[in-house]
């Protein structure tokens, strides 16, 4: 099942992305679950897919606008160095641990929206990630166990203003400024994806094919990302893991290449979908 969040007629909402449009389910499964968060708290998943199955379509893709999948997650980690390739044309050394900085729900943007360059620098980085959503909370998940917390999983562009990442040691500065992480189309949920070591994921910009890889790749798996993660934060429904970034970034190119005004860039992930957006500068 995809679900994906939206505004339609002004009010915000969610619900199944189906042959010929989406099914509405808001509001549908309980009055009070009203959106994707709503939901995944309520551990109603099984009633949604229940609802939808055999339903045709509320009304066409064309008739929303997306939202970022969970727009208000309460915790968006994400994971940096987590491919060799990645770490190796960064130059850092190897870590026993996975390396987290945080990105705040008010930088995101939705799939077809633009990604914004700030003002303030020339250096925006294009990211292909997978995002994993958490279904059921926890602290000090056991790796044997944390699949069984991932609600889904969707494509995820982690733009990042490299200049400012590296004003000190800290991350956070460049890696959330508004309009800069795009996350869409949609959620996968977990039951449709047998084994995500297998999806390949890659960044395309104006055509061109900029970073190509496989989830099998990953130098941290998601079950310890996650019970790493559970760790030193409490997992919540709704929050999102972004597991990490292939190598072939345009900061570490022989010339750079940034995303600049007018450029499109789009993140895929084989089963999952093709997340696509604009670049435009921040006025």
């Known amino acids: 099942?995809?679900?994906?969040?939206?505004?339609?007629?002004?009010?915000?909402?969610?619900?199944?992305?189906?042959?010929?449009?989406?099914?509405?389910?808001?509001?549908?499964?309980?009055?009070?679950?009203?959106?994707?968060?709503?939901?995944?708290?309520?551990?109603?998943?099984?009633?949604?897919?229940?609802?939808?199955?055999?339903?045709?379509?509320?009304?066409?893709?064309?008739?929303v606008r997306l939202l970022p999948v969970v727009p208000d997650p309460s915790k968006i980690l994400c994971i940096g160095l987590n491919y060799e390739k990645h770490r190796a044309e960064t130059r850092r050394p190897d870590s026993e641990y996975p390396a987290v900085f945080t990105r705040f729900a008010d930088s995101q943007v939705a799939d077809g929206e633009p990604i914004i360059r700030p003002r303030v620098s020339d250096r925006l980085d294009y990211e292909a990630e997978l995002a994993i959503v958490i279904g059921r909370g926890g602290r000090y998940i056991d790796e044997a166990v944390a699949m069984e917390h991932v609600a889904g999983y969707s494509c995820y562009n982690d733009g990042s203003v490299r200049d400012w990442q590296r004003h000190t040691h800290q991350f956070t500065p460049g890696k959330t400024f508004p309009g800069t992480g795009a996350f869409g189309p949609w959620l996968v949920t977990a039951d449709e994806v047998a084994d995500y070591r297998q999806m390949s994921i890659r960044c395309i910009l104006n055509g061109d094919v900029m970073q190509d890889a496989t989830l099998d790749q990953l130098?941290?798996?998601?079950?310890?990302?996650?019970?790493?993660?559970?760790s030193f934060t409490p997992l919540q429904p709704g929050d999102v893991i972004i597991t990490g970034t292939p190598g072939g970034v345009g900061d570490r190119r022989e010339p750079p290449v940034y995303m600049k005004p007018g450029d499109v860039v789009a993140v895929e992930i084989g089963g999952i979908g093709?997340?696509?957006?604009?670049?435009?500068?921040?006025?």
């Open 1 to 63: 099942m995809k679900l994906a969040s939206y505004v339609r007629t002004g009010s915000p909402g969610f619900g199944a992305v189906v042959e010929g449009g989406i099914v509405d389910l808001t509001g549908r499964i309980a009055p009070h679950i009203v959106s994707l968060k709503a939901l995944l708290a309520a551990d109603r998943v099984a009633d949604a897919r229940a609802y939808v199955e055999g339903r045709r379509a509320d009304f066409s893709r064309s008739d």
């Open 219 to 230: 130098i941290f798996p998601l079950p310890r990302l996650i019970a790493y993660c559970s």
């Open 274 to 283: 093709r997340l696509v957006n604009p670049i435009v500068a921040e006025e």
